[in-house]
């Protein structure tokens, strides 16, 4: 079932304009001219002109992008496959946040594919009869912010950009910036990307609306990034006829015992990043802290609570304070960064455990010179802090930005329509994921294009086909059952690439983990939306708040239990409360 759209209906003084008196682009008006749309995969064709209606026959004139949107899409007027593609050449211009000096780009630069017209531009021109090219680009995402500003106020945006900050979609709909996109994708949309946008849900596009109106077009993400594992020195455990952690206990036991028995290892690994890259001890005993630092829980009298000041946080910071207190973990953590730890201790065999995501495998890969020829890591899933019990996994239907389309773009629809296409090449039943994901010179080829979406089960896919191919008793594979993704990260794990093999294996690798848990054992962010006006003006205080006592609290300078009190009661006196409040109102408004 779609789960129900919670979003807020922000008025037009609710966010603080930093550009109230500027004035909008041209406001176009939508034109769609008579054109033969291309499937670029089956070759069919399909007539499009200004006046088609959804395949339902809504009328959307009346309806508000949350009534239209609250089941999904109603109709397609293309469906799976289906792309229009313009008669004559247009050109769009792009505004993106992207670093064109980093490795990859440069690599592809140097092999005759600069980003400027690789493979995606190039496809683009080719299915779709449409010209990219990038307008407004910076390495620095506050930077990228701050020119985008520039622009608005100045009226010169890009036809299309992406944005990262909900607080600034506000802004731009206000000055009348951006395009309403409501007709727009409803009137665009294929069938194969109008799925996979409502996949988790359809609350996802509730994040691009104000006023009731979609301004912004949500670059899906897969949950699932949300996992935290437990990963740990295998060879070890063998050594030392030790089973791999079930519960916490196990794993401070495992710690102990890498303590006692390997010269100068410190046990856990752990960093000043705890809040993010150790979440999955706190969900160990039951809270719903995420990265993101936006979990909204319902508690038990129907109202929502912010999820880090509530009691059940309290378990996982003893452990974490009985950890450090045994010397079961590197006493320098709280000054010590991730990549730094990671560097001082893993790679250099002196810890074996350690939590992080799942893309930790890389760091994995990049450390084999330096770590033993015997170092075997393992994704053991989350242990739990009570044996036989599921721990659950807090998690946001996610995006990686939003699409915005100026004012003044003329052809407003071909934002979607290269969404469209972008999904079709890596998720239709023609793609060509292998040469447009990832490739040898481009671990994210699939970033190279100036917009992007992702399936929910990008990741899960491969993992599940190759798990479905192999012979565990035989350790190998079955080739002739794989496709797709699954014979694309196969390839890369033949190829040497380990840290496909840690992440998406056909054993011990992290979705393993996952393909058993998700989604049954998910907990959806109960709060979706632009953030109140309160958190706009006082959030980061908030969390600087949160984080000193956290800190405090897991090194002993203060009592947890008084501690965390005198923590939620000052948190609620800096603006907590007023949050809460406001984040009520707009979740009963919806009920």
């Known amino acids: 079932m779609k789960r129900r759209i919670i979003v807020a209906l922000l008025t037009l003084g609710l966010l603080v ?28 064709t399909k007539e499009t002109s200004d006046d088609a209606t959804t395949d339902g026959g809504t009328d959307t004139a009346n309806l508000s992008a949350i009534e239209l949107f609250k089941d999904g899409v109603a109709g397609y007027n293309y469906g799976s496959g289906e792309l229009k593609k313009w008669e004559e050449p247009i050109t769009v211009t792009f505004g993106r946040p992207i670093d064109l000096n980093a490795t990859e780009y440069l690599e592809m630069a140097e092999q005759g594919e600069p980003v400027e017209n690789d493979r995606w531009i190039q496809y683009y021109k080719e299915a779709l009869n449409i010209n990219c ?38 802004q731009l709909a206000e000055a009348g910036a951006i395009w309403d996109l409501t007709d727009i994708y409803q009137e665009n949309v294929n069938q194969t990307l109008g799925e996979l946008l409502e996949s988790e849900g359809t609350e996802i596009y509730g994040t691009g609306m104000v006023d009731g109106k979609l301004y912004a077009i949500p670059q899906k993400m897969p949950s699932t990034n949300a996992y935290n594992h437990c990963w740990v020195r295998q060879d070890w455990l063998d050594d030392l ?18 303590v006692d028995n390997y010269e100068d290892n410190i046990g856990l690994m752990f960093s000043n990043s705890f809040l993010y890259e150790y979440e999955a001890i706190f969900w160990a005993f039951g809270g719903q802290q995420n990265s993101s630092r936006d979990q909204w829980v319902l508690l038990d009298d129907g109202t929502l609570g912010f999820a880090e000041v509530q009691d059940n946080m309290k378990g996982g910071l003893n452990w974490i304070h009985d950890m450090y207190t045994s010397g079961l973990m590197n006493s320098e953590w709280a000054v010590e960064d991730t990549w730094t730890a990671l560097s001082n201790y893993v790679a250099t065999n002196r810890c074996g455990i350690f939590y992080g995501p799942h893309w930790y495998g890389f760091s994995l890969q990049s450390y084999e010179e330096t770590m033993d020829e015997s170092a075997d890591w393992v994704a053991c899933g989350i242990p739990t802090s009570v044996e036989g019990q599921e721990v659950q996994i807090p998690a946001n239907n996610v995006t990686d930005g939003w699409i915005c389309v100026s004012s003044a773009c003329e052809n407003p629809d071909a934002a979607v329509q290269l969404l469209n296409a972008y999904v079709e090449k890596l998720f239709g039943e023609q793609n060509d994921f292998g040469n447009y994901f990832a490739t040898d010179i481009n671990s994210m080829m699939w970033k190279a294009s100036p917009i992007w979406s992702l399936s929910a089960t990008v990741d899960l896919d491969p993992c599940a086909d190759m798990t479905a191919a192999w012979d565990s008793g035989t350790q190998t594979m079955d080739e002739s059952k794989l496709s797709g993704s699954g014979l694309t990260y196969w390839n890369y794990i033949k190829d040497g690439q380990s840290a496909y093999d840690y992440m998406f294996g056909p054993q011990d690798s992290c979705f393993n983990y996952v393909m058993k848990t998700y989604p049954q054992d998910i907990l959806w962010n109960q709060y979706v939306s632009a953030p109140t006006q309160t958190q706009v003006d006082r959030g980061s205080s908030l969390v600087e708040l949160l984080d000193t006592y956290y800190l405090k609290m897991v090194l002993g300078e203060i009592d947890i239990d008084t501690g965390f009190d005198e923590m939620v009661g000052q948190w609620n006196d800096l603006g907590g409360k007023q949050v809460t409040e406001e984040v009520n109102e707009v979740y009963n408004s919806f009920q």
């Open 17 to 44: 304009s930093l550009f109230a008196g500027c004035g909008s682009g041209n406001n176009v008006t939508s034109t769609e001219e008579n054109a033969s749309s291309t499937n670029e995969n089956t070759g069919s």
């Open 133 to 170: 090219e990038y307008e407004l680009t910076n390495a620095n995402t506050g930077d990228y912010k701050q020119q985008l500003l520039f622009a608005m106020s100045s009226n010169e945006l890009p036809d299309v950009f992406l944005i990262y900050d909900l607080s600034m979609l506000n």
């Open 241 to 258: 006829g030790l089973e791999r952690p079930e519960t916490m206990d196990d794993v401070k036991n495992i710690a102990q015992a890498f």
